[in-house]
């Protein structure tokens, strides 16, 4: 692995075994999130002069259902939530890279979600905080489910849907986001209201075509 920064800045680090997949800078620390293909999570520390990565700690999420599809680092820095093959997102402490006990189970986010939906949304595709409200989790399902989960409810605020497969999503403003999938083409929400307060499934979007 290789990173590289202003001139003459080029940093290296071999992970025996593993292929990187994915990687995730923690703005203004110095530091790394590296995922592997091995499903490991690595937090590495740029060394004292600037010409080494540390490898400080790592977290291994077991078991295929447990497979890293999607993630997100909180405002705070603090966590990283990520989402599973399986379905589930899991909460994972920076600080001593252990999980939290809180697991928001794939089951509880689609109680209230078309019966279409309910049996098997597939893995989580994409995972946004939404941009106004770290309380609020924007979660999109590979078979085109996408919630608007509530944190301190612990209940879904809006539910959206597309006969899609999502390939991924992105917020615009607060209260509009922009989702793609595999067709080529990409949705764009209507404005569905500052903070709804029951459980609504929105058709209101326009689709586009990439093509």
């Known amino acids: 692995m290789l990173v590289y920064g202003q001139p003459g800045v080029e940093l290296e680090l071999e992970l025996e075994e593993e292929e990187v997949a994915r990687l995730l800078f923690i703005t203004g620390q110095g530091r790394i999130l590296a995922i592997t293909t091995a499903n490991k999570i690595h937090l590495l520390e740029i060394g004292e002069n600037n010409n080494q990565f540390n490898l400080t700690k790592s977290y291994h999420l077991e078991g295929r259902l447990k497979t890293i599809t999607a993630f997100y680092l909180e405002a705070g820095l603090k966590r990283l939530v990520i989402g599973t093959e399986g379905g589930n997102i899991y909460l994972l402490r920076l600080w001593n890279m252990s999980l939290e006990q809180e697991i928001i189970y794939q089951d509880q986010v689609v109680r209230n979600v078309p019966e279409t939906f309910r049996v098997n949304p597939g893995a989580v595709e994409a995972i946004l905080e939404h941009p106004a409200d770290p309380n609020r989790l924007l979660v999109g399902y590979t078979r085109g489910l996408v919630v608007l989960w509530d944190k301190a409810a612990q209940a879904a605020s809006h539910t ?36 709804g307060t029951g459980t609504g499934l929105f058709f209101m979007v326009i689709l586009l075509s990439l093509f």
């Not at 991924?168 to 209201?193: C, K, M, P, Q």
Request: aromatic residues 16%; glycine residues 6%.
């Open 160 to 195: 959206f849907v597309s006969q899609q497969q999502l390939e991924s999503l992105a917020w615009i403003e607060d209260s509009h986001f922009v989702s793609s999938h595999n067709d080529g083409r990409y949705v764009s929400t209507v404005r569905y209201g500052r903070y």
